[in-house]
């Protein structure tokens, strides 16, 4: 309530300042029914598939173009306590930093610019699909770019050859098979014409024989073998091993290294979830390159190798 309340009046006070330029619309889903018929169907015609999805959220709007801020996370950072009283005492919730004014200058920036940052997702090496159905995860990250004002659509090399002129962002996520020499160097060169890569390989691969691996390698990122697994935690608090929930690491605030990226995770004490991770060593960093850790298990993970 209180997060809510502050935004608003800051929103409030915008539309006051500038009534020619500015129209303000606040859905209450606690009123009556046709009120919040109608906020679900605006929510629907946002893009959000689930209405739930829509609550504490403000859209921005300007033209065909708009963005959304996300009151957790974008405008605040909050730790949400204990407010339950499991297994301890009752702690309440609390803002730990507040950036309504950051986040509102940002999304409006995000509405009125011109141009439309442009993500390619890799197509053709057996990558998961970004416009499967049953890939939710890849759906979400989808529809959060597209939310965001990213233009998104697939690389096929067979079809454009080189990565375009105009894309910003490059996501080659789970490849299954290797690249050509020609579409590495197309990588290659993407990166060092000032592209960025988002890179997740895929299980199948094997160092050595094309793929992504080969490619993190020249730029220090070396995949070792194996699974990054801790102790599973059982209902008597004992560490068991041996079963499917150690490949579920929680990284806490304590494991993660300063960064722009990681410094709101730490400061409202969240964790980073991760599944089927794989073991990441530092290799040499390209001329005027720099490796920075973000993330490191702790010292009771092990690496589960594969084979007997």
Same mark, same amino acid.
């Given at each position: ?62 033209? @065909?173009? +708009?963005? $959304? ?7 605040? /950072?909050? &730790?949400? =306590?204990? #407010? ?109 014409? @000032?592209? +960025?890569? $988002? ?7 094997? /160092?050595? &024989?094309? =793929?992504? #691996? ?95």
């Amino acid at each position: 309530a209180e997060l809510h309340g502050r935004f608003f009046r800051l929103l409030a006070q915008v539309k006051e300042e500038r009534r020619d330029l500015v129209e303000l619309t606040r859905h209450n889903f606690e009123g009556s029914v046709e009120g919040r018929l109608e906020a679900e169907a605006r929510m629907r015609a946002l893009g959000f598939r689930d209405p739930a999805l829509g609550l504490n959220t403000v859209v921005l709007s300007f033209g @065909g173009r +708009r963005t $959304i801020v996300r009151l957790i996370g974008d405008v605040a /950072e909050v &730790d949400i =306590g204990n #407010p339950r009283g499991q297994g301890g005492e009752f702690v309440p919730p609390r803002l730990v930093a507040y950036h309504g004014e950051e986040a509102f200058v940002r999304a409006l920036l995000k509405v009125s610019s011109l141009g439309d940052p442009r993500a390619l997702f890799s197509w053709g090496h057996g990558e998961r699909d970004l416009y499967s159905e049953g890939d939710r995860q890849l759906s979400r990250l989808k529809q959060a770019l597209v939310e965001d004002g990213f233009r998104v659509g697939r690389w096929d090399s067979d079809e454009v050859g080189a990565v375009p002129e105009d894309c910003d962002v490059l996501a080659i996520i789970g490849p299954q098979q290797p690249f050509t020499e020609m579409e590495r160097q197309w990588v290659r060169e993407f990166l060092a014409s @000032g592209g +960025r890569l $988002i890179a997740g390989p895929g299980l199948l691969e094997r /160092e050595g &024989d094309g =793929g992504l #691996p080969d490619l993190l390698a020249e730029y220090g990122i070396l995949r070792q073998a194996g699974i990054v697994c801790r102790p599973y935690v059982g209902s008597d608090g004992t560490l068991l091993q041996g079963r499917p929930e150690c490949m579920d690491i929680s990284i806490r605030s304590q494991h993660m290294f300063p960064h722009p990226i990681t410094d709101p995770l730490r400061r409202g004490d969240r964790r980073v979830r991760l599944v089927f991770a794989r073991p990441l060593v530092r290799g040499t960093a390209p001329e005027k390159g720099l490796l920075l850790d973000l993330l490191k298990s702790d010292r009771i993970s092990w690496s589960d190798l594969p084979g007997p």
